[in-house]
C-alpha cells in the first residue's frame, strides 16, 4: 500500500490532468491504504492526499466530505510525522475551501488543530500554527469561538525567547497565524 501512494504521490504533479479524470477511484484507494495499521503506510497516504490538495484544485474540494475525515482519523495515529503531513494536507485544503465548507467542519478541524498546538513538538505545532490560520482565513467570522483558545498559545510562542531554529520557524508560523486570525475575525 505505501508504494502505490507515494507513487500516486509523485507523479500527481505532472499527471494531475489525467488523475483529476479519476479522482473518486484514487481516493477510494487512498481511504482503503489509510486504513492500513502501518506508519509508514499513513504516512505515504497523508503525502498522497497532500499532493492531491496541491495539485489537483478546483477537483479535489469537491472530495472534502471523503477525505477530511479520513485525515482527521490519521492526525489521531500518534505517529508525529503523519500528523505533520495531515496538517500540511489540511492547510492545503481550507487554502482554498470556502467558507460554507469550512463551517460544518470547524469544530473537528479547530480541536484536532489545538490540540497539535500544544505538542512538545516545536515543528509539529508550526505545522499546526500554519493550519489554524488558512483555517481562520477559510471560516471568517465563524472562527470567532475559536479565537482565545487559538490566539492565546500562539501569542505565546510569537513572544518567547527562543532558541533553537525550529523555535524561531515556530515564531515565524505564530506571527503569521496571528495576521491570518486578525484578517479572519476583523475588530
Known sequence: WHAAAVCLGVIVEGAQDRIREQLPQVLAMLARAAEHG???TRECVCFAYGQLAEHCQPEILAHHRQVLPVVFA???TGAESVMGISCHVLETFCESMEEQHVVPI???LATKLLVLLQHPKPSLREMAAAAIGTTALAAKEAFLPYL???ARPLCQYASENLGSEAEHE???RALEALGYLGMAVGN
Do not use: E, K, Q, S
Open 38 to 40: 502501518d506508519a509508514t
Open 106 to 108: 470547524l469544530d473537528d
Open 74 to 76: 490519521l492526525m489521531d
Open 170 to 172: 515556530l515564531r515565524g
Open 148 to 150: 482565545d483558545r487559538t
